[in-house]
């Protein structure tokens, strides 16, 4: 089974900033089947990225994906204020998948 | 509109068996592979199991192996999950997922329902 990592555990920014989310696989994950979800609570997560780097419909073109084998990054540029949530990778290989244990968005 | 609509959930014993079921709408419902996705509180996400569009492929947890079945029914535009034999681990809110349109099985989740909550407990 893959496991993803997701560093920092919690980022603490500002409206306006960039934000940088990492996900580290333990092994090599196709960039085909990588996706980013956000959540907020009380909610469903909520598709972002697939394919590591497609934006799914409706999503803001702050938000960009990027990545290959090991090592995949969401970016939000400009953060806005409904962008302070839970984001969570996730992965499909082998028909198993799994998601990271998610990077908590606070507002500082 | 895309919806997903779960029901089924509540408490049971360690043990003992439930029922949930997905009733979609607003899209070609064989057309997509579906998924339950499960969340326990305090959590982040995990895939319980998945179904190709047809049925005819179906995809588990290692947790749940033996004891999960499942299923869909194309006429009636419903995805289903057998429960048995459950534990406390169990205990999460259970989402049905959509598969993104595409010619291959990606398991990127585009359509979440709302969640039903499976509660296991003596």
């Known amino acids: 089974e893959i496991v993803l990592t997701q560093s920092p555990g919690t980022l603490s920014l500002s409206p306006g900033e960039i934000a940088t989310l990492s996900c580290r696989a333990s092994q090599s994950v196709s960039s085909s089947y990588l996706a980013w979800y956000q959540q907020k609570p009380g909610q469903a997560p909520r598709l972002l990225i697939y394919?590591?780097?497609s934006r799914a419909t409706g999503i803001p073109d702050r938000f960009s994906g990027s990545g290959s084998g090991t090592d995949f990054t969401l970016t939000i540029s400009r953060l806005e204020p409904e962008d302070f949530a839970v984001y969570y990778c996730?992965?499909?290989?082998?028909?198993?998948?799994?998601f990271g244990q998610g990077t908590r968005l606070d507002l500082k | 509109e895309v919806q997903l609509l779960e029901s089924g959930g509540g408490l049971v014993q360690p043990g003992g068996s439930l029922r949930l079921s997905c009733a979609a709408s607003g899209f070609t419902f064989a057309s997509y592979a579906l998924s339950w996705v499960r969340q326990a509180p305090g959590r982040g996400p995990e895939w319980v199991s998945g179904i190709t569009g047809s049925g005819a492929s179906t995809y588990y947890a290692d947790s749940v192996k033996g004891r999960f079945t499942i299923s869909r029914d194309n006429s009636k535009n419903t995805l289903y999950l057998q429960m048995s034999s459950l534990r406390a681990e169990d205990t999460a809110v259970y989402y049905c997922a959509k598969d993104i349109p595409s010619p291959e099985l990606r398991f990127n989740f585009d359509y979440w329902g709302q969640g039903t909550l499976v509660t296991v407990s003596s």
């Open positions: 996730q992965q499909y290989g082998s028909a198993r998948i799994t």
């Open positions: 394919g590591a780097s």
